[in-house]
């Protein structure tokens, strides 16, 4: 388990893009299992949609995202630094089953299916209760810079 304050020594996310509040389970090269607290106070509810708040679903593949990197960084024994970024490489079949509103919790799940050359391939998911919320492939890679 990870709470918020390990989680932001494993992450170079903060207010507001951060979107993992705490780590539920994780097996470093193998999964995580993670959490993301859905709350009205969340910036882009004022826009989307006012009438009908839902989590946009480019946020709820970030949030998958961000939680891949956590296993990313464990399985690797490292740490973000000022030097690297961990980019998107690849979004591949993503499918958005349920709307995500305020007040749910999305269990967020990354399992490592490859990695190679800093190149990370992942099977993710993420559920609200026993629900799929969405489900996408997303490849994810770390990069140096001067």
């Given at each position: 388990?990870?709470?918020?304050?390990?989680?932001?020594?494993?992450?170079?996310?903060?207010?507001?893009?951060?979107?993992?509040?705490?780590?539920?389970?994780?097996?470093?090269?193998?999964?995580?299992?993670?959490?993301?607290?859905?709350?009205?106070n969340e910036h882009?509810?004022?826009?989307?949609?006012?009438?009908?708040?839902?989590?946009?679903?480019?946020?709820?593949?970030?949030?998958?995202?961000?939680?891949?990197?956590?296993?990313?960084?464990?399985?690797?024994?490292?740490?973000?630094?000022?030097?690297?970024?961990?980019?998107?490489?690849?979004?591949?079949?993503?499918?958005?089953?349920?709307?995500?509103?305020?007040?749910?919790?999305?269990?967020?799940?990354?399992?490592?299916?490859?990695?190679?050359?800093?190149?990370?391939?992942?099977?993710?998911?993420?559920?609200?209760?026993?629900?799929?919320?969405?489900?996408?492939?997303?490849?994810?890679?770390?990069?140096?810079?001067?």
């Amino acid at each position: 388990m990870m709470d918020i304050h390990q989680i932001l020594k494993k992450l170079p996310h903060r207010y507001p893009i951060l979107l993992v509040d705490r780590v539920l389970e994780l097996e470093k090269g193998k999964r995580i299992k993670a959490l993301k607290n859905v709350t009205i106070n969340e910036h882009f509810f004022l826009g989307h949609f006012p009438n009908r708040p839902v989590m946009p679903g480019v946020l709820m593949i970030e949030a998958l995202a961000q939680a891949a990197a956590i296993l990313s960084f464990e399985t690797l024994g490292s740490v973000p630094d000022d030097k690297s970024v961990y980019y998107f490489g690849g979004i591949d079949a993503a499918r958005f089953k349920r709307p995500v509103e305020p007040g749910d919790q999305l269990i967020l799940e990354a399992t490592l299916d490859r990695m190679k050359s800093g190149v990370f391939k992942f099977s993710t998911r993420a559920l609200v209760g026993d629900e799929l919320a969405v489900e996408a492939q997303l490849i994810c890679t770390v990069r140096s810079f001067a």
